[in-house]
């Protein structure tokens, strides 16, 4: 009975024990900064307004403001009911991106994998970097593909320019999705997203290049060659090869061959992230030109690819990383480092969306069908239409700014976009750009105020 007693005393001692010295393991854990595009989906699903509208996401709608399912993946769907799962999406997207009759696909020198569309693909390419290049930076284009949170006494100072004067800034084939207008002021701290967060979560110290003038709302090229030139030997740049993303803006096919020319020179390596192939200028090849004349100079080089949506599969989440190697032996030896990778960080991606784009890239009257519903003319008539409203109400040609546009949109107008004023053109459908341009004219016309402003459009 004692025996009984001291066992039962015992236990409760040490599951106080345990419990108190337990207690704190994450007391000093703090909420994460909220993403900000999730962010925006929430408020706009709560708002009980008729007139609500989501310029957040990037994620293809009709004009009814529906999901849109394009007829190819409907067709994919039907071909690829119980069939096996195969590996030729990553064949495919090699020959998307180099050209089928490349000598990179006939000599097999490309180390491929299925990535967790885009952002999954830059992540297993940073840790690779990490692994096999661990004194390395990472340079990126100043902008990149990032959302700024930053917290100053002035905040951000959110402007929303004229919109057709931006559009003159631009040749006739130049396709975008979205308009970046943002301007900061004594930023004091600021949370980066996407391109900086991925490298830094690998631990890849980053640092940036010139790239867009605000002023000429066009490309600083001088001052980016002059970055090249300047940078260590044997640097890694990141590159945006068509519809740049927030700017819109990309060199013409002259500069890319300057580009790449000094990147021999310097012996930097290129990686190429590519979400829009065919969005830029509604020709697949055209839009993968850049990538194409860094391999007729013979350069290996690293590309990042997503079907989000240039096949509407958001949430799919399907991608390819590709490394060219120097034969297809290294190849293998990087094919087997990356899978190392990727199954330490997710095991293998999903099955659905992979076989979706293998069926449609493999079978040409799929990826026939795909090529005439790639949606480029679709957002340069909407942005045509938003432009044609905007001077309709009046608009002066050079608008003036005020601060705080974005909360005004959202809490007169329920207009969502990201804080850093970013629209997604695929949230304007021909039943909302009438109200859009109408609520952008009203919180663009008053108080005006003095800042240096940068005015974007991309896809």
């Excluded at 007169?412 to 021909?430: C, L």
């Amino acid at each position: 009975m004692y025996w009984r007693y001291l066992t039962r005393a015992a236990r409760r001692c040490s599951v106080h024990t345990t419990s108190s010295r337990t207690v704190g393991w994450w007391d000093h854990v703090a909420p994460a900064a909220k993403d900000p595009i999730n962010g925006v989906t929430e408020a706009f699903l709560a708002d009980p307004s008729p007139f609500k509208i989501n310029l957040g996401v990037g994620a293809y709608r009709d004009d009814k403001g529906r999901p849109v399912v394009l007829q190819c993946v409907r067709e994919a769907e039907a071909k690829i009911a119980g069939s096996e799962f195969l590996t030729k999406m990553v064949e495919e997207s090699v020959k998307l991106v180099y050209g089928k009759d490349s000598d990179v696909v006939k000599e097999g020198r490309s180390a491929g994998v299925q990535a967790l569309s885009g952002t999954g693909a830059c992540r297993l390419f940073a840790e690779f970097q990490r692994r096999f290049h661990p004194e390395s930076h990472i340079y990126f284009p100043d902008p990149t593909w990032s959302k700024y949170v930053c917290s100053s006494s002035f905040g951000f100072l959110q402007v929303l320019v004229q919109f057709f004067q931006v559009v003159k800034c631009l040749s006739d084939n130049e396709i975008d999705v979205q308009i970046s207008i943002f301007s900061v002021i004594e930023v004091q701290s600021c949370v980066l997203y996407s391109h900086h967060n991925i490298w830094r979560d690998a631990q890849i110290p980053e640092r940036t290049y010139h790239y867009y003038d605000p002023d000429s709302k066009s490309l600083d090229f001088a001052a980016l060659m002059d970055d090249i030139k300047n940078a260590p030997d044997s640097s890694f740049f990141l590159f945006h090869p068509s519809a740049h993303n927030p700017t819109g803006v990309d060199p013409t096919e002259e500069q890319w061959r300057e580009i790449s020319y000094q990147f021999k020179v310097k012996g930097h390596f290129p990686f190429f992230d590519m979400a829009y192939q065919g969005f830029a200028s509604g020709d697949l090849d055209k839009d993968a030109q850049a990538i194409r004349i860094f391999l007729e100079d013979e350069h290996l080089i690293g590309c990042a690819q997503s079907y989000a949506k240039s096949m509407g599969l958001y949430g799919h989440r399907v991608g390819c990383l590709s490394i060219l190697c120097v034969d297809s032996k290294q190849a293998a030896a990087i094919r087997s480092q990356i899978q190392q990778i990727a199954r330490a960080m997710y095991g293998s991606p999903p099955v659905h969306g992979i076989l979706l784009v293998e069926t449609i890239l493999s079978d040409p009257n799929l990826k026939s069908l795909w090529i005439d519903e790639i949606m480029a003319d679709r957002i340069q008539r909407k942005r045509t239409t938003l432009r044609q409203n905007l001077e309709k109400l009046g608009s002066s040609l050079n608008w003036e700014h005020i601060t705080n546009q974005v909360d005004r949109l959202a809490k007169e107008f329920h207009i969502y976009m990201t804080q850093d004023g970013r629209i997604s053109m695929a949230g304007v459908t021909t039943g909302n750009v009438n109200y859009l341009a109408n609520a952008i004219h009203e919180v663009t016309r008053s108080e005006q105020e003095t800042a240096k402003i940068l005015c974007s459009i991309s896809v």
